[in-house]
């Protein structure tokens, strides 16, 4: 496949009883556009909220991967997220009438049947891709050791160890669209025998049978039909770390070894890789970022924003994920005109001027969207303000903002500027719009 975005052809549903919760739940995959992700919407909740799938919105990871957004919770997405991923699928609407998708067989197969049944389309725009560059290494207190290092591709090498060491099971594998579909999505979920009464107690695995998991009692597997594979439980697990580290949002190219993994540290992991990334596009130049996809241009801004010098504060956008998050650019030299007066000697960009950058992200999110062109935003209020350190002529600033209420006229948002890395100000917005 190649290295372009993909998506849906079309929409295609799926019904069933939730694992954990045991409710009657119908999953539907949509299209979704470019730069869109991979975006949850519950559908029996009021105004169909949304909850983006990415690793900032993990809560729960007992048993299951759990994200919470605003009002909004979906359980259990590691299957679904899983399937996605490992076919490629980049961008897509996955709606649901409840908080948790069918579990169906306990695997990841039923979901690749349904991606196969919608679909999959090059959508003809760059996916950016990471690639890891110097190895991570995280070891938790439970045991589990999880390990990225660099590679030409992503492949997965996990051992999955049980209570007093049974059923100790490994692979290695390179995880292509053809290798997940026959050889780790079929593999069930799976639980020991004594783990069965805690997690009923806990209120978890109502939905739980013999029909959609593996049980392990003592030396014996208690199933409704035979193994699929003679190492299916660490072929489930490397589904999971599939699944959980599709929270990072873009393709990896790394080399995963996990030892004992869990939703907890492949969770943790897939921070520790956002954290990479982050620090290197920190780093970068904003004229080495590739054009296309995602990626603004100065002349892509000012099509959107009415401000021009020297009021414009946003060089560029270079990323934007779904709806409502954006990161912008403002790169920083001594010809800024307020440096001059703020301060003589001492040159510091000024913090109001911050807040605008935010705002102007801001907007472009908002202006991107269909009907709001040609619209003018108006700042309202900025609360929660905090200064933390100072911006000087040479800095690159990076601007991240986060819509977290849309209305016909009226926005909030979260922002932050980071230079290298660090926060510099943060800020939550009130703004408004009028023709």
């Known amino acids: 496949m190649s290295l372009n975005q993909h998506t849906l052809a079309k929409s295609a549903s799926l019904s069933g009883s939730s694992l954990h919760t045991g409710e009657k739940v119908t999953v539907t995959l949509h299209p979704a556009p470019v730069g869109h992700g991979r975006v949850f919407r519950r559908m029996d909740l009021p105004d169909a909220p949304t909850v983006r799938a990415h690793f900032a919105n993990v809560r729960e990871v007992e048993r299951r991967t759990t994200l919470v957004e605003g009002a909004a919770t979906v359980h259990t997405v590691e299957h679904v997220l899983a399937a996605l991923s490992g076919l490629g699928v980049d961008n897509a609407l996955i709606e649901m009438d409840a908080s948790e998708p069918p579990i169906c067989d306990g695997s990841g197969q039923p979901f690749v049947e349904l991606v196969r049944s919608a679909g999959v389309v090059d959508q003809g725009q760059p996916q950016p891709v990471w690639e890891i560059t110097e190895p991570i290494y995280l070891e938790t207190k439970g045991g589990s050791i999880m390990v990225a290092l660099p590679d030409a591709g992503f492949r997965v090498s996990c051992t999955n160890v049980g209570p007093e060491g049974r059923f100790t099971q490994f692979q290695s594998m390179a995880i292509t669209p053809e290798n997940f579909e026959k050889e780790i999505a079929p593999a069930r979920t799976f639980v020991f025998y004594e783990d069965v009464k805690p997690l009923m107690d806990k209120g978890l695995i109502k939905g739980g049978s013999l029909e959609n998991a593996l049980v392990i009692r003592g030396e014996q597997v208690l199933s409704k039909e035979a193994l699929r594979f003679r190492d299916e439980f660490v072929r489930h697990k490397i589904l999971d770390i599939v699944g959980d580290l599709a ?162 006229v009226v926005a909030k948002a979260k922002g932050r500027c980071l230079v290298n890395g660090e926060v510099v100000s943060e800020a939550e917005l009130l703004f408004g719009f009028i023709d």
């Open 247 to 408: 929270l990072f949002g873009r393709p990896i190219r790394g080399h995963i070894v996990a030892v004992k993994p869990g939703h907890g540290p492949n969770s943790e992991l897939c921070a520790a890789i956002a954290k990479q990334y982050a620090k290197a596009l920190a780093l970068v130049p904003p004229r080495m970022t590739p054009k296309g996809g995602e990626v603004m241009d100065v002349n892509d801004v000012m099509k959107l924003l009415p401000h021009r010098p020297p009021f414009l504060m946003v060089d560029r956008i270079v990323s934007v994920e779904g709806e409502n998050k954006a990161t912008g650019v403002k790169c920083l030299s001594m010809n800024e005109w307020y440096f001059a007066g703020h301060f003589p000697g001492h040159p510091v960009m000024p913090g109001v001027l911050q807040l605008e950058a935010m705002a102007q992200v801001g907007s472009i999110l908002l202006l991107r969207k269909p009907g709001n062109a040609g619209r003018i935003g108006y700042f309202m209020s900025a609360d929660s303000v905090k200064f933390r350190k100072p911006v000087v002529p040479g800095d690159t600033l990076f601007i991240e903002v986060e819509l977290t209420y849309t209305k016909k």
